[in-house]
């Protein structure tokens, strides 16, 4: 009897994990609405691809100008907070003059 038991419950135990869900991180719902303006463009680069309403998982990109370079663009993303997440690019002076 007591391995009988055993089994139904942990049947019973897989039955609820399966349908549940609770392992799963759920997604935080957000009740901000948008983002505020993206950070505004620094010295040498130029935002391109975003464009109002900035609602979260908007993504704004900025890449340097012309006759300046750099190895990675910047990316900021408005979060589900409703705030903006990202990096700063760095841009170079080129040794081409492009």
């Known amino acids: 009897m007591g391995m009988r038991r055993c ?4 049947v019973v135990l897989l039955l609820v994990v399966n ?13 901000c609405g948008t983002c505020s303006s993206p950070p505004p463009s620094i010295s040498g680069t130029t935002m391109y691809n975003c464009a109002p309403p900035y ?14 370079w750099s190895l990675f663009r910047s990316r900021y993303r ?11 690019t ?9």
């Open 78 to 88: 408005c979060t589900n907070q409703c705030t903006w997440l990202g990096t700063t």
């Open 19 to 31: 349908t549940s869900g609770w392992w799963r991180r759920r997604r935080r719902r957000t009740n």
């Open 55 to 68: 609602v979260p998982g908007t993504i704004c990109k900025y890449r340097c100008n012309k006759g300046t």
């Open 7 to 10: 089994l139904v419950l942990f």
């Open 90 to 98: 760095n841009c170079k002076a080129s040794i081409w003059g492009r």
